[in-house]
């Protein structure tokens, strides 16, 4: 797994690296061996001053994994709400793939079946 920060107008410490990398790291376990390849890009940002001064902090996380890219973003007052709704969203979104990748599948291994019977 490759993870890749990037800090704009944010001065990045490494806590926060730190921090950033075990929350947004936690995702990965749910695509198994996959996750081994996966390269994870991280942008944290201050936000434009656009009437959003209470919330400061920019999240973007986009992940790549066999040609299919996951994308999160959130807005929040501090870095650590921003990566635990952008690690929310992530998770989210790979479980809804996943779904529907088994649910195709199953589909598939039924009209096989269904049409193997035809001869009956």
Request: glycine residues 4%.
């Given at each position: 797994?490759?993870?890749?920060?990037?800090?704009?107008?944010?001065q990045?410490?490494?806590?926060?690296?730190?921090?950033?990398?075990?929350?947004?790291?936690?995702?990965?376990r749910?695509?198994?061996?996959?996750?081994?390849r996966?390269?994870?890009?991280?942008?944290?940002?201050?936000a434009p001053?656009?009437?959003r001064?209470?919330?400061p902090?920019?999240?973007?996380?986009?992940l790549?994994?066999?040609?299919?890219?996951y994308?999160?973003?959130?807005?929040?007052?501090?870095?650590?709400?921003?990566?635990?709704?952008?690690?929310?969203?992530l998770?989210?979104?790979?479980?809804?793939?996943?779904?529907?990748?088994?649910?195709?599948?199953?589909?598939?291994?039924?009209k096989?079946?269904?049409?193997?019977?035809?001869g009956?």
């Amino acid at each position: 797994m490759n993870i890749t920060i990037k800090a704009t107008k944010y001065q990045l410490s490494p806590q926060t690296e730190r921090l950033l990398e075990e929350k947004l790291a936690a995702p990965l376990r749910l695509l198994g061996e996959e996750g081994e390849r996966a390269l994870l890009e991280i942008e944290l940002e201050e936000a434009p001053p656009e009437g959003r001064s209470s919330e400061p902090t920019r999240l973007v996380a986009r992940l790549v994994v066999n040609d299919r890219v996951y994308h999160a973003e959130a807005v929040k007052p501090s870095a650590e709400s921003a990566a635990d709704r952008v690690r929310s969203e992530l998770e989210a979104e790979i479980r809804h793939a996943r779904g529907r990748t088994r649910t195709l599948w199953k589909r598939g291994h039924a009209k096989v079946k269904e049409m193997l019977r035809f001869g009956r």
